[in-house]
């Protein structure tokens, strides 16, 4: 934890309410994000109990798995799922736009909108990851068919998975995480995950405290866990007898249908306080002002999406079980580029975000006292504008002579350090040298340069472009790593089991 969120935190339990820790919302929200809820059964490894799913406050489904020990019923539930899925997804497939590439030679084209989807919390992506994998390999043919559109599913969920580890995307988004990014309250980051607590500390009703809110949202009975895990007490006292009846009505119509009403009211009533807190946590996302660069973090998922649906309508296989190891180093070295983008977009976007640095001495503020924005450097083969500005501060400067720094306000200019002069009462004098988003010719045109009286925000943090990192062809891993990875074989068919409710072998390492 940074020393501006463990500040954060020490006011929220001051205040008795959260507090903010960004301006802006540093994420994309869709217009018409799919809220997803699910529920999982305890003790079994990822079987879905029930789900409510949504594009809308209003237009809630609730899916269930009366039995879900029983594997065709987890299939039909899967099916169904599909059913909103996929719809949802074809729906952004309507309309692409042209995006220029190569310094606007050419153009490509990408779907204009990409789809969103939202969890109550990691819990939530872990679900879905672990549910794409165990239905992205399924066959619609063969020993223990599944409907058509099952495996599918399988592969965008897992194509969302994928997305939510990538720094900055916003595809698949955890409400839990979306807004402590956003707000500290001041209980533990384990309490953060309970999304009726933070809600309690977000938004506490009249004449509560965040502390008292986040209590009373404890009770299982007031406020059911957020899944996909269910309460215990709820599992041992209520769930159980709903199941076990609805087994014993298995030749009885009547009985059974009277059993399944019952199963999904008791769902219902555990998924319906969940939906409604989703809802009320994308209100208060929505009432931030989007960053300045979310959109183009946006513009990536589109890009993803675009491509990902181009494979499969090409008839591209499922995603592997594992990647190879040139594979794996690709992605990671992708994953650690977007990182390190994504922190410092967030910094130029906000300030709050950027006063983090200015604590550990990565940016300084200060005013211009001095400017020089005809000043040209002749000392070349030819002359190259070269303007100086000197910047006061009084803010501890670590940087060094010849150090390289960069503004929020202009991003694609340079300002090498020149002199830093300490001055009296404390405060610093940084003279620079400007280079860069000035125009080609001997004049800055105006607002290029900084002018006398500016704030100026200066930070070895760059958005610069990243070059990529240089990786052997999959056919030329090393032998330390394997070797070249064999042809990769099929999907196989399920395997025939002897138990009709077992699952096919899968494996899970």
Request: charge should be negative.
């Given at each position: 934890?940074?020393?501006?969120?463990?500040?954060?935190?020490?006011?929220?339990?001051?205040?008795g309410v959260a507090q903010p820790v960004a301006t802006v919302r540093h994420l994309h929200l869709a217009d018409r994000p799919l809220v997803l809820v699910p529920l999982a059964l305890a003790g079994e490894a990822n079987a879905p109990l029930a789900a409510l799913v949504g594009a809308?406050?209003?237009e809630a489904r609730l899916l269930v798995v009366p039995q879900p020990r029983n594997r065709d019923q987890r299939f039909a539930f899967a099916a169904e799922l599909a059913g909103i899925v996929l719809p949802y997804l074809d729906e952004f497939r309507g309309v692409s736009e042209a995006v220029p590439v190569d310094r606007g030679k050419d153009v490509r084209y990408r779907y204009a909108d990409a789809p969103q989807l939202l969890v109550p919390n990691p819990a939530g992506i872990t679900f879905l990851r672990l549910f794409g994998r165990s239905t992205r390999f399924r066959r619609p043919d063969g020993e223990h068919p599944v409907h058509p559109s099952v495996p599918l599913l399988g592969r965008w969920l897992t194509f969302f998975a994928e997305r939510a580890e990538h720094p900055g995307s916003a595809a698949l988004v955890a409400l839990t995480e979306?807004?402590?990014?956003?707000?500290?309250?001041?209980?533990?980051?384990?309490?953060?995950?309970?999304?009726?607590?933070?809600?309690?500390?977000?938004?506490p009703p009249p004449g509560r405290t965040g502390a008292e809110a986040a209590a009373h949202a404890e009770d299982p009975a007031r406020c059911p866990p957020a899944?996909?895990?269910?309460?215990?007490?709820f599992d041992n006292h209520r769930l159980a007898p709903a199941i076990e009846a609805y087994t014993r009505a298995e030749d009885d119509p009547v009985a059974r249908a009277a059993a399944y009403a019952e199963l999904e009211r008791l769902l219902r009533d555990q998924l319906t306080p969940t939906w409604e807190l989703m809802w009320r946590g994308v209100g208060l996302l929505r009432a931030l002002p989007p960053g300045a660069r979310v959109a183009g973090r946006?513009?990536?998922?589109?890009?993803a999406f675009t491509a990902h649906a181009e494979h499969v309508d090409a008839g591209g296989g499922p995603q592997p079980r594992r990647d190879g190891a040139v594979a794996a180093a690709v992605r990671l070295h992708r994953l650690e580029r977007a990182l390190t983008s994504y922190a410092v977009q967030r910094a130029y976007d906000d300030p709050l975000v950027m006063a983090e640095h200015r604590l550990t001495g990565e940016a300084f503020v200060g005013d211009v006292t001095l400017a020089d924005p005809k000043r040209v450097d002749d000392t070349g083969k030819r002359p190259v504008l070269r303007p100086r500005i000197q910047v006061v501060t009084t803010e501890p400067v670590l940087v060094s002579v010849g150090a390289t720094l960069y503004s929020p306000a202009r991003p694609g200019?340079?300002?090498?350090?020149?002199?830093?002069?300490?001055?009296?009462?404390?405060?610093?004098e940084v003279v620079?040298?400007?280079?860069?988003?000035?125009?080609?010719g001997l004049s800055a045109p105006p607002g290029t340069v900084p002018e006398v009286g500016e704030r100026l925000c200066l930070t070895t943090l760059s958005d610069g472009f990243l070059p990529a990192g240089n990786f052997p062809a999959p056919e030329e891993t090393p032998?330390?790593?394997?070797?070249?990875?064999?042809?990769?074989?099929?999907?196989?068919?399920p395997l025939p089991v002897a138990d009709a409710d077992a699952d096919p072998a899968e494996d899970w390492s």
């Open positions: 934890m940074s020393t501006l969120r463990a500040l954060a935190q020490a006011q929220a339990v001051a205040a809308a406050p209003d979306a807004l402590t990014l956003h707000w500290v309250t001041g209980q533990s980051a384990v309490e953060d995950l309970h999304l009726p607590a933070l809600l309690g500390w977000l938004d899944g996909p895990a269910t309460d215990p007490d946006w513009d990536g998922d589109k890009d200019q340079k300002a090498k350090v020149v002199f830093v002069t300490p001055a009296a009462d404390g405060k610093t620079l040298e400007l280079s860069g988003g000035m125009g080609r032998w330390t790593h394997g070797g070249p990875p064999a042809a990769a074989p099929a999907p196989a068919a």
